[in-house]
């Protein structure tokens, strides 16, 4: 039952360059419509885990599957799911309006079919000014929307999230926030997401995955890793997170006398 | 990448072997050859010993003068308030569109024992000899070492002198603790390439030297005037050992550098006494580098110097008579070849060695570079010993293949550092959007190096034109490129046609410059 639920399911999957195991056998499932946030370090193994899913590295052993069917052979295009990458990867030489149709034209539709298409997602991440500017002229966050709106072009149900906030600055990053999540609702799409800012993770997820050397600690909700925490790492890893909430709370209160 | 296509092994493979064939192989075919040869009395003959010795100063004495003369105009255009710095930087990189042997006959035009500014200034006209070589290498490879300067200075970072400022350091102090480590990466380059590049070269040695020989005149005599193959590959070998240097020590700089974006510009403070200094140095120096091209200009149309100093066109019809037209034909055709074909086999190595990177990329990488470590003249010979017997052997093929590979590296690292700016994951992009890998080259990627493509082909166009060190072995009567007029007609004393041909060959350089210009400033509209 459980794998008929799941939009992903994760079996065993495990990834080694030469002598070194960057993940380590590792099983957990996604549900439809989820927020699951992948929470660790760098070197943890979360950048692999998202390239093992879309298909841009080929796994050392382990099954993926995608509603029930084994996608672990399929290329990156034929598994309906798309990725944004934490430096945009837009394609500077073109327009925000041919970057978002751009693939569009490659999927059978019309010339007219893709620039309406586009021209409807660009108007959704609020940039319908700007869909003749180039990505060189747009601020990072603006940048940002382009590569969601490039993403949600092809109409996938699961977005891959790379840290696509590490290089925005925090305003920015609470309006995408919110903007994400708005677009999860909407679309129904399953969303995956990377990230090393524990703040971040707790705000906009589902469930949260705490990963450490290619090892899962636990998946669980926010509340759930607060309230029982499977062991010390993720105690710690917790209680830091509620600890910068208490310090930057404690300012707070400070400087407002 | 996900199950890396056959396709790109495939073509690195072919990149290998090619590299392999057209540079390895052949140098290794000369190496080989000293073997025929007994080594030690090359080595130890008069001549050989005279000649090494004479390359040595001429390359401590160029470097020791070429060095701090092209750090100072370096210094003039990007550290002064100097006016019309654009056109100075013109001015200081025309010696780099004719070749080095028209520096040389330039020289003797000029300051020559009937030398226009001998009569005219009434000098002894003692040009010929070591200080003669000295001043025309000065001339062939200080605008080399001021764009290698200039380009280093403009990107200087200013933040650690404001730091010192605010922290009460003194000049001086700033200079040893700021300025000289800065630039030590760069000087080394600069220092090496320079000595090589003026070791190696044997233009202007050999129409200046008179009496006094280097290494690469020998070489040159004894391959083209004695044929004796043995004896010009030990000299070759003994060249390739300054190149190899120069080589290494590039390297070494280069892997450990690469933080070259300005954080903040350089503030220029006013000061009227450097500023006039700066444009008196700047005004010496670019008229001493405009004199031979006058020289060039003048001659040109004179009847018969110092004879009969009449407006003439008989020089023109009498290069065309000797089938002048013909040889810039060729060139034209070497050049364009050369730029092509150039810039696409650099085009697909550099793409494969940023951008489908695997432990062969490196390998590719190192073969792409190996070519600045071969000095024109050993790789001519290389050429000869090992296409003797092929059908290559003889044609215009040849001279394109070996100008492509003389000049690859610099065209290839072009490419190579362009290649490497694009953000890692627009192939990976494309592939989750059903994208191919070609298809994002084609549409994302090339269109925007097309300025960098067109340096690339502007610098095989213009180094196919006025070289004559690895072309000078392999063409005949038939596909001889026009620049190895020169030393023909200063042979003859032509000296009048042999001005033409240098004046006709920076007209072909500069117009493929301007083009290019004109070509890049319409793309950078485009954006």
Same mark, same amino acid.
């Not at chain 1, 080929?58 to 399929?74: F, L, N, Q, S, V």
């Not at chain 2, 090494?52 to 105009?73: Q, R, W």
């Not at chain 2, 000098?123 to 000065?138: D, K, P, Q, T």
């Given at each position: 039952?459980g794998v008929?639920m ?5 079996e065993?999957l495990s990834k080694v ?10 099983s ?6 989820e ?5 660790g370090?760098?070197?943890c193994?979360?950048t692999?885990?998202?390239?093992l899913?879309?298909g841009?590295?080929?796994?050392t052993?382990g099954i ?11 290329s990156?295009a034929e598994r ?24 569009? /034209?490659f999927h059978k539709e019309? /010339?007219?079919?893709?620039?309406e298409?586009?021209?409807?997602l660009?108007?959704?991440v609020g940039?319908?000014e700007? /869909?003749?500017?180039?990505?060189g ?5 603006q940048?940002?929307r382009v590569?969601?709106a490039?993403?949600?072009?092809l109409?996938p149900?699961?977005i891959?999230?790379?840290e ?9 990053r ?7 999540k708005d677009?999860?609702?909407e679309y129904?799409s ?6 090393h800012?524990?703040?971040e993770a707790?705000?906009m997820s589902?469930r949260?995955m705490?990963m450490?050397e290619?090892?899962i600690?636990?998946?669980g909700s926010p ?5 029982q ?6 105690r710690r890893f917790?209680?830091?997170n509620?600890?910068?909430k208490?310090?930057s709370l404690s300012r707070?209160?400070?400087v407002?006398? | ?5 056959i396709?790109?092994?495939?073509l690195?493979?072919?990149l290998?072997?090619?590299f392999?064939?057209a ?13 025929s040869?007994?080594i030690l009395k090359?080595?130890s003959?008069?001549g050989f010993?005279k000649?090494?010795?004479?390359s040595?100063?001429v390359g ?8 701090p ?18 056109l100075?930087?013109?001015l ?6 004719i ?8 020289l003797?035009?000029?300051f020559g024992?009937? @030398?226009?500014?001998t009569r005219?200034?009434?000098?002894g006209?003692n040009i010929? @000899?070591?200080?003669?070589?000295v001043?025309?290498?000065a ?6 070492a ?5 380009d ?6 200013y933040?650690p002198?404001e730091?010192?400022q605010?922290l009460?350091?003194?000049k001086l102090?700033?200079f040893?603790?700021? %300025?000289?480590p800065?630039?030590?990466r ?14 190696t070269d044997?233009?202007v ?8 020989k ?5 070489m ?10 043995g004896?010009?590959?030990v000299i ?10 120069a080589?290494?020590?590039d390297?070494?700089n280069?892997d450990s550098? @690469?933080?070259?974006f300005?954080?903040?510009q350089f503030?220029?403070?006013?000061n ?6 700066a444009?008196?140095l700047?005004?010496a120096v670019g008229?001493f580098?405009l004199?031979p091209?006058?020289?060039?200009g003048?001659?040109s149309?004179i009847?018969n110097?110092?004879?009969?100093m009449?407006?003439?066109?008989d ?10 037209g013909t ?5 034209l055709?070497i ?6 074909l150039g810039?696409?086999?650099?085009t697909v190595?550099a ?5 489908l990177v695997s ?7 190192l073969?792409?570079i190996t070519?600045?470590?071969?000095p024109?003249?050993?790789l001519?010979?290389s050429?000869v010993?090992f296409?003797?017997s092929?059908?290559?052997y003889?044609?215009?093929a ?5 100008n ?8 290839y690292?072009?490419l190579?550092?362009?290649? @490497?700016?694009f953000?890692e994951?627009?192939e990976?992009?494309?592939l989750?959007?059903g994208v191919?890998?070609l ?7 090339l269109?925007?190096c097309?300025g960098?493509m067109l340096?690339?082909f502007s610098?095989f ?5 006025i %070289?004559i060190?690895?072309v000078?072995?392999?063409a005949?009567?038939? %596909?001889k490129?026009?620049a190895?007029l020169i030393p023909q007609y200063?042979?003859q004393?032509f000296l009048e046609?042999?001005?033409?041909i240098?004046?006709l060959i920076?007209?072909?350089?500069l ?10 400033d ?6």
């Amino acid at each position: 039952m459980g794998v008929l639920m799941s939009k992903l399911s994760v079996e065993d999957l495990s990834k080694v360059y030469g002598q070194k195991t960057v993940l380590d056998h590792i099983s957990f499932e996604v549900r439809t419509g989820e927020f699951l946030s992948i929470l660790g370090p760098s070197g943890c193994g979360k950048t692999t885990i998202l390239r093992l899913l879309i298909g841009l590295l080929e796994p050392t052993t382990g099954i993926i599957r995608k509603d029930g069917r084994d996608i672990t052979a399929c290329s990156p295009a034929e598994r309906g799911m798309g990725i944004v990458f934490q430096n945009y990867a837009l394609f500077e030489n073109m327009t925000v309006q041919k970057n978002v149709e751009y693939a569009l /034209r490659f999927h059978k539709e019309t /010339r007219a079919q893709a620039a309406e298409i586009a021209a409807g997602l660009i108007r959704r991440v609020g940039l319908w000014e700007l /869909r003749g500017k180039k990505p060189g002229k747009l601020s990072g966050g603006q940048q940002q929307r382009v590569a969601i709106a490039r993403t949600l072009a092809l109409n996938p149900d699961i977005i891959l999230f790379d840290e696509p906030m590490s290089a925005l600055d925090v305003d920015t990053r609470l309006t995408l926030r919110r903007e994400i999540k708005d677009i999860q609702r909407e679309y129904g799409s399953t969303m995956i997401y990377i990230t090393h800012d524990q703040e971040e993770a707790f705000a906009m997820s589902d469930r949260i995955m705490v990963m450490e050397e290619g090892r899962i600690h636990q998946i669980g909700s926010p509340e759930e890793l607060v309230s029982q925490p499977a062991d010390d790492y993720v105690r710690r890893f917790v209680l830091e997170n509620l600890q910068i909430k208490a310090e930057s709370l404690s300012r707070f209160i400070q400087v407002k006398p | 990448m996900r199950k890396r296509p056959i396709s790109s092994s495939l073509l690195k493979l072919t990149l290998l072997v090619f590299f392999a064939v057209a540079v390895l192989l052949p140098l290794l075919r000369m190496l080989a050859y000293m073997g025929s040869t007994d080594i030690l009395k090359v080595l130890s003959g008069a001549g050989f010993r005279k000649a090494a010795l004479n390359s040595l100063k001429v390359g401590l004495l160029t470097t020791a003068e070429s060095i701090p003369l092209a750090y100072a105009l370096a210094w003039s255009i990007t550290r002064t308030h100097l006016r019309f710095r654009g056109l100075w930087s013109v001015l200081f990189s025309l010696p780099m569109l004719i070749p080095s042997i028209s520096q040389g006959s330039g020289l003797i035009i000029l300051f020559g024992a009937n @030398g226009v500014l001998t009569r005219l200034l009434h000098l002894g006209g003692n040009i010929y @000899g070591l200080h003669g070589i000295v001043i025309g290498e000065a001339m062939y490879v200080t605008p080399i070492a001021f764009l290698m300067f200039s380009d280093v200075l403009a990107y200087e970072d200013y933040t650690p002198y404001e730091a010192a400022q605010v922290l009460g350091i003194p000049k001086l102090r700033q200079f040893c603790a700021i %300025t000289l480590p800065f630039l030590r990466r760069p000087m080394i380059s600069a220092v090496f390439a320079v000595f090589s590049l003026t070791v190696t070269d044997y233009g202007v040695p050999l129409t200046i030297g008179g009496k006094v020989k280097t290494l690469p005149v020998l070489m040159y005599e004894d391959v083209i005037g004695l044929l004796d193959f043995g004896k010009g590959s030990v000299i070759g070998a003994v060249l390739l050992i300054p190149a190899v240097l120069a080589f290494l020590a590039d390297l070494c700089n280069r892997d450990s550098g @690469g933080n070259s974006f300005v954080v903040r510009q350089f503030v220029i403070q006013e000061n009227r006494l450097r500023d006039s200094l700066a444009c008196a140095l700047c005004a010496a120096v670019g008229i001493f580098m405009l004199l031979p091209v006058a020289a060039f200009g003048v001659l040109s149309f004179i009847t018969n110097y110092p004879v009969d100093m009449t407006f003439t066109l008989d020089n023109i019809a009498k290069t065309l008579r000797m089938s002048g037209g013909t040889y810039l034909a060729n060139s034209l055709l070497i050049s364009v070849s050369a730029g092509l074909l150039g810039v696409f086999i650099a085009t697909v190595t550099a793409y494969c060695s940023t951008r489908l990177v695997s432990p062969v990329s490196r390998l590719l990488h190192l073969f792409s570079i190996t070519s600045m470590a071969i000095p024109g003249l050993v790789l001519g010979l290389s050429y000869v010993l090992f296409f003797k017997s092929s059908f290559l052997y003889g044609t215009i093929a040849i001279l394109v293949l070996v100008n492509m590979i003389h000049f690859f590296a610099s065209s290839y690292l072009m490419l190579y550092n362009t290649f @490497g700016k694009f953000n890692e994951h627009l192939e990976a992009v494309g592939l989750t959007l059903g994208v191919s890998r070609l298809r994002i080259v084609w549409d994302v990627i090339l269109p925007q190096c097309r300025g960098t493509m067109l340096e690339a082909f502007s610098y095989f166009f213009v180094n196919s034109m006025i %070289t004559i060190s690895a072309v000078s072995f392999l063409a005949n009567s038939v %596909t001889k490129p026009v620049a190895l007029l020169i030393p023909q007609y200063e042979a003859q004393s032509f000296l009048e046609c042999s001005a033409f041909i240098s004046l006709l060959i920076l007209c072909s350089s500069l117009l493929m410059k301007a083009a290019v210009h004109l070509l890049k400033d319409a793309i950078a509209k485009q954006k």
